[in-house]
Structures are given as structure tokens and as C-alpha cells.
């Protein structure tokens, strides 16, 4: 196997196992709002440091000006996905079921999207794992 496809995806799923856990630990006394901007003020540090170590100073102007429409709109959903995430662990959720249930239906919308968005193929053999997805879904609530 090649590193370079491996260590991104144990990136996204260390990551995520910590995000999980962390917004399923969130207090319930506190302000979901509160608690999500003193995480983006952190992260708008960290970013910050990484970027101008990674840019260097001298290109921290022109990096930022080929920033388009594309940031505002990932920040938009990004605010829907934590406060999601928030109020799906206030409900009730379990940690070892919301994440999958959300997972399983992001990647069938998303195999949707990519198809009649971005003309990628469908086989057939992704469709009926959408459908052994939706029997998944529904053996996890029973």
C-alpha cells in the first residue's frame, strides 16, 4: 500500500474519533455557541501559525487572495455539521451510533451528488450498497 493514500484517511479517522468524543463530552449547560467559537478561535490560531510557516510571510498576501465564495460557504457548513453534532449528542445519541448513521447517509447523498454533480459513475454494485446501507440504518435503530 502506498503512505501517501494511508496516512491522510488514519488522519481523518483519528481526527474524527477525537471530534466524536469531544462533541459527545461537550457540557450540556453550555452554550453550543459559546463552546464552537472558543474551538474556531483556537483553531484560527493554529491554522494561522501552520499557514504562515507553510506560505512563508512574504506569501501570506497572495495565498490569501486566491481565497474565493468556496471558504464562506464550507465555514456555513461547517457551523451546521458541529452544531449538528452538538444537538444529535443532547438528543440522545450514542457516540458508537450517531456517527455511523450519519456517515452511512453522507455517503449516499454523496454518492448522488457526485453523479449528477460531478458525472462520476454509479455502478451497480454501488447502488445496492446503498441499499445495504438504508437495512444497516435500519438494523442500528431497532
Do not use: H
Request: aromatic share 12%.
Amino acid at each position: 500500500m502506498d503512505w501517501n493514500l494511508i496516512w491522510p484517511i488514519l488522519v481523518v479517522i483519528a481526527s474524527n474519533t477525537f471530534y466524536n468524543v469531544c462533541m459527545k463530552s461537550t457540557p450540556s449547560d453550555v452554550n453550543p455557541f459559546a463552546a464552537l467559537m472558543v474551538t474556531y478561535l483556537v483553531a484560527m490560531i493554529i491554522t494561522a501559525i501552520i499557514f504562515v510557516l507553510m506560505a512563508k510571510p512574504e506569501n501570506v498576501v497572495g495565498e490569501l487572495s486566491k481565497v474565493n465564495w468556496i471558504s464562506v460557504i464550507l465555514a456555513l457548513a461547517i457551523v451546521g455539521l458541529e452544531v449538528g453534532y452538538v444537538f444529535v449528542y443532547r438528543a440522545g445519541w450514542q457516540v458508537s451510533n450517531a456517527s455511523v448513521v450519519a456517515n452511512i447517509g453522507l455517503a449516499c447523498v454523496l454518492l448522488i451528488v457526485g453523479y449528477f454533480l460531478y458525472r462520476e459513475n454509479v455502478s451497480v454494485r454501488q447502488i445496492l450498497g446503498i441499499f445495504v446501507c438504508m437495512v444497516g440504518l435500519i438494523l442500528i435503530n431497532l
